[in-house]
C-alpha cells in the first residue's frame, strides 16, 4: 500500500527576497515501514524565521537546504505505522520531518523524534514555547544575558514564538521586561497579554531618533540585557540604551535575511559600555535542553506561559505563511496546520 | 621653597581631529610634601591612546579630562622627598603622576603609586610591556580570547605597544600569531623582531577587497581570536576570516577617535560565526594585574618580551606627541622623557 504524500521542496534560491516562486508543490508517496522505522503523519509545521538563511546558498552556520529536495523543519504528528520498538500507533512526536503530509523516520538514529506528552500540553506548543523557539528564549536570557532581579531586559520581535517567551521569563526572574514589535495591535498583546512592563512600535517611529526616544521612555534605567532577533535600526538604538557591563544575546536578524546591509552604526558602544555579544545557534547547546524544557513545559502547563499562534490551513499554504512571517505578517508562533 | 613645574592642561575641547591648541603649557610651582605626601619627579610621561577619548565632553567608560587641569595619564619617576614612612628619595615609582615635571602624591591613597625594581627591568618599560598596556594585552588575550595552542590571533596596531605584548604572549601558547600595522616597515618590525607569523600591511591595502585578500593568505586556518585596537576597515576584515565560535576582545578603535563614523559593515557574522564579543578597560580587571605583571616583568626581564620605544624629548614636545600617536606615527610605545 502506498499513501499519497504532498510536500513542499525548494526548487531554486532567493536572489534577494525569497519568492513564493522558490518553492513547488509535489506529490510523492509513502509505503510501509521496514524494520526501525516509523511512520508518522505530520499534524503541524514549524515555520521558522532561520529558514530563510537555509535558502541561500552561502557560507553560514546551517548547511543550506538542498534543491529540489523536501524544504527541512521541525513537525508534531502522530504515529501511525510503527516497526520500531519504541513506537506505537496513536503516540504524539515531535521531530524535524520537514514540509510534507508525512514522514518515515529511522526511529534508531539518536535525535530524530521524540514522544511528548499532550495531556497538559498542546501538541503544537511543542514547536514553539515548549521547542525549538521557547529553548531558544531560555538559552538566550539564561546563559548569555545572565538576568538578575531588577535589571532591563529588551528583547525584539517581542510578540514572536521566540520573543514572548524571552520577556515571561525575565519577568519570572524579577527583571523589567521591554518589548519591541510592529504594531500597534503585536505591543498591546505584549503588554496586555503577556504581561511585559512596556513595548515599542517600530512601526510607528520610522527615524533613528525618534525610535530611540520611544526606547528611552521605555528603559529609564536603561538597559542591561539586550535579546536581538531583528538587527538594523532596532538594534543601534538598543546598544545606545545599553547600561555598563550589558549583555547582547545575538539570536536573530531578521531585518538583513534578503540581503539587505544591515551596518552596525556605533560599533564603538560595545567598547564604551564594556559590553559582552554573543551570537549563538539554540541546536549547537543541546546539554540545557533538558532543563529548559522542564521549566518550560511547566509553565505552559500551570498557565504561566503564555503564547499565541498564527495557523495556515493546509500543506498548500506553507510557503505563503512563511514569506508571511519573514515579513513580520504573522502574530506569535507561525505553524501549518495538515490534519 | 618652590620648585618650577612645567605642565601641559587641556584648555579645549576638539571638535573632530584633535589638536595642538587643545593644550597649553603652564608654568606651575611645587612645594614640599606635608605629612603623608611624597613628591615625585616624573621621568617618563606615557602617551596612550584612550586619552583621546576623555579630551571629549561625551558619555564614555572614563570622566572627560577637566578642561583648565593637568592632562592625567601614566608617569614613571623617582622619588625626590617623602613624608611617607613607605617611600625614600630615591625609589624609583609608577603612579598617575599626569603631564608634568612633578607630582605631589598623597601616597596613602591605595592605588595612586607603586615602587618598581629597576634592577632587571628598564623603568620606562613599566609604561608600556610590563605597565598598563601590557596588562591590557594580557587580559584581552588571555581572559577573552582564550587562545588554544594551533589556533590563529589576528592583532591590530601590532606593532603599538598593546598589540606588540598582544602577538608575542599568544605565540607563547603556541599560537600563529599575525598582525595588523601601517607600514612595510612595522610589518618587517612585527614579524622579523617580535616574531609573529605574518603582518599586514594596511597601508598599502586601502580597499576592502585586498585588505581581505591579503588577511586570508595570512590566516590560512582563518581566525579564531581578535584582539581590535583600530575599528572601521581593520576589523570588517576580520570579522570576515573569523571561524565558528571565534572570539574577539574589543579593545579600541582608534580609527573612529575623532568622531569619523566606523559602522561596522556585517554585524550578521557575529551570529553567523557564532561569535563572542567582548569591550573591556583593563583598569576594570585589577585582579588580573599580580599575574599579569608577574608574566610579563618575567618575559621582558628574561629578553623573551621585546618591545620598542618612541622617545619624545621635554614636557613642551608631549601635545605633538600625542596628536602623532593618534595618526600612528609612533613606533611602539609613545613616551615623553622629562629628565
Known sequence: MSTINKQIHLVSRPDGEALADNFKLVDATVGEPQDGQVLVRNHFLSLDPYMRGRMNDAKSYAKPQPLGEVMQGGTAGVVVASKHPGYKPGDTVVGFGGWQQFTMVDAATPGTMRKVDTAHIPLSAYLGAVGMPGVTAWYGLMKICQPKAGQTIVVSAASGAVGSVVGQLA?????????????????????????????????????????????????????????????????????????????????????????????????????????????????????????????????????????????????????????????????????????
Chains 1, 2 share one sequence.
Open 171 to 339: 519577568k519570572t526572574r524579577g527583571c523589567r521586561a521591554v518589548g519591541i514589535a510592529g504594531g500597534a495591535d503585536k505591543c498591546a498583546y505584549v503588554t496586555g497579554e503577556l504581561g511585559f512592563d512596556a513595548c515599542v512600535d517600530y512601526k510607528a517611529h520610522r527615524d533613528p531618533k525618534s525610535l530611540y526616544q520611544a526606547l528611552k521612555e521605555a528603559t529609564p534605567d536603561g538597559v542591561d540585557g539586550c535579546f536581538e532577533n531583528v538587527g538594523g535600526a532596532v538594534l543601534d538604538v538598543t546598544l545606545s540604551r545599553m547600561n555598563a557591563f550589558g549583555r547582547i544575546a545575538l539570536c536573530g536578524m531578521i531585518s538583513g535575511y534578503d540581503g539587505q546591509p544591515i551596518p552596525l552604526a556605533q560599533p564603538q558602544l560595545l567598547l564604551q559600555s564594556r559590553l559582552t555579544l554573543e551570537g549563538f545557534i539554540v541546536s549547537e547547546h543541546m546539554e540545557v535542553w533538558p532543563e529548559a524544557l522542564k521549566e518550560l513545559g511547566t509553565l505552559v502547563a500551570t498557565g504561566k506561559l503564555k503564547y499565541r499562534e498564527t495557523v495556515a490551513q493546509g500543506i498548500e499554504s506553507a510557503p505563503e505563511a512563511f514569506l508571511g512571517l519573514l515579513k513580520g505578517k504573522n502574530f506569535g508562533k507561525q505553524l501549518v496546520k495538515l490534519v
